[in-house]
Nanobody, 118 residues
């Protein structure tokens, strides 16, 4: 069955960095559009970034220039490098199949918590 397992979250001070990972299994990762989605406390889900099968990347305006999505198709792993973190980046970060419009967003991991606080 499809499994998406996120890791790498934690607490960091403003301006710091974290790298999230998502280990995928149960489907053909290299042929799947993948996204990161986050949900801040008390708010709805917010799409953050996506990577298509060809390696083209997409970003929400709120993270553009600070976050970098990448994928290792040989290792079936999706990454999100987050730099210059801000308190408003605090959220539960999910790895999901699908694109920036929500197409194909059928499978989600359980999330990894990122807290940005001094």
């Amino acid at each position: 069955q499809v499994q998406l397992v996120e890791s790498g979250g934690g607490m960091v001070q403003p301006g710091g960095s974290l790298r999230l990972s998502c280990a995928a299994s149960g489907f053909t990762f290299s042929r799947t559009f993948m996204s990161w989605v986050r949900q801040a406390p008390g708010k709805g889900p917010e799409w953050v970034s996506a990577s298509n099968t060809g390696g083209t990347t997409y970003y929400a305006d709120s993270v553009k220039g600070r976050f970098t999505i990448s994928r290792d198709n040989a290792q079936n792993t999706l990454y999100l490098q987050m730099n210059s973190l801000k308190p408003e980046d605090t959220a539960l970060y999910y790895c999901a199949t699908g694109d920036y419009s929500g197409n194909g967003m059928n499978y989600w991991g359980k999330g990894t918590l990122v807290t940005v606080s001094s």
